[in-house]
């Protein structure tokens, strides 16, 4: 045998023996240990609740924890500045933007990534209010008895509620003598159900993704830009982190970084939830339904002990 065939035959050798020697080697953990565990925020908001759920399902698929803690938004940033929350998947701007001036003030956040545009959140009115010429912020006074002079917002602290508050305490468009009605999402709707049935006038907190859009006739209103934004509050969401977090738990990190959602799937998830199902449960009936979704959330992200992530997200949905 020439040496040219020798030398070719134990580079095959080699090569076959460095194979099964990386086959067996054990696999490098990603992340840290303390990075196991991931803290997740939800103010109570589904469409925040229908994320959680998405990133819930991937991130323990991949062998990790996610501890998902329920926190109105001024506790949840407050957390996060603590150190006691690692993510937030539900920073709306610029409603948002007074918490998130002081965070960065404190250095105590760095934004991870855009996860949602084409969102939108202002005041609305059935649409049968808004034919009948209540389609601004300046025809609510004209028909305050109709509105029994309430707008009904969401849970207490919340950013949109401040806003509302300011509005009615400088008495923009009239709304001196209004009151605001704080309470959850739930609650809120429930009391837009109530007055749709019964033909009362109702004006409350609106916002797009969510199943209210397709669960009621609503009409979004105008003028409301100095508290909202233009377009009707149109809103991007961020993903945010506590300082260092990403730096030390780079792979998950990553996974963070690349999950971007749109309205339509939120609307689907946040329906399935409102309609009692769980939101881990939701996430993965819509990611066995959607597996192309994985091929950019989990490029290039592996489980925590260091194995393709893709493969094992695959295999934890049965796909």
């Known amino acids: 045998m020439s040496n040219s065939r020798k030398r070719g035959t134990h580079s095959v050798r080699g090569a076959v023996l ?20 991931i803290r997740l925020s939800d103010p109570g908001w589904t469409d925040i609740t229908a994320t959680n759920g998405l990133a819930s399902v991937l991130l323990e698929a991949l062998g990790y924890q996610a501890e998902v803690k329920t926190l109105a938004v001024p506790i949840g940033y407050q957390s996060m500045k603590n150190g006691e929350i690692d993510v937030f998947l539900g ?105 749709t049935k019964d033909g009362k006038g109702v004006v409350f907190l609106a916002w797009a993704p969510h199943p209210m859009n397709e669960r009621f006739h609503i009409t979004y209103l105008s003028g409301g830009d100095a508290y909202f934004g233009p377009n009707y509050g149109g809103a991007k969401v961020y993903t945010l982190a506590r300082t260092g977090w990403s730096e030390s738990c780079p792979n998950a990190a990553n996974l963070f970084r690349q999950l971007r959602f749109e309205v339509s799937m939120e609307n689907v998830l946040m329906g399935e939830i409102l309609g009692g199902k769980d939101a881990r449960e939701a996430a993965t009936t819509w990611l066995k339904a959607n597996p192309s979704a994985l091929q950019t959330w989990l490029s290039g992200v592996t489980t925590f002990d260091g194995r393709p992530g893709l493969e094992a997200v695959k295999s934890a949905l049965a796909l």
């Open 18 to 37: 460095a194979i099964a020697m990386a086959a067996a080697a054990p696999a490098v953990a990603a992340d840290a240990e303390t990075c196991k565990s």
């Open 91 to 195: 920073n709306w701007m610029p409603a948002q933007q007074a918490f998130v001036d002081d965070l960065n003030a404190a250095k105590a956040i760095e934004v991870i990534n855009k996860n949602l545009e084409g969102a939108k959140f202002t005041l609305a009115v059935p649409t049968e209010l808004a034919e009948n010429g209540v389609k601004d912020f300046a025809d609510l006074e004209a028909h305050g008895d109709e509105f029994d002079h309430k707008i009904y917002g969401i849970e207490p602290g919340a950013p949109a509620n401040l806003n509302i508050q300011k509005m009615i305490d400088a008495g923009e468009f009239g709304l001196k003598d209004w009151k605001l009605v704080e309470s959850g999402e739930q609650a809120m709707l429930s009391q837009v159900e109530r007055a």
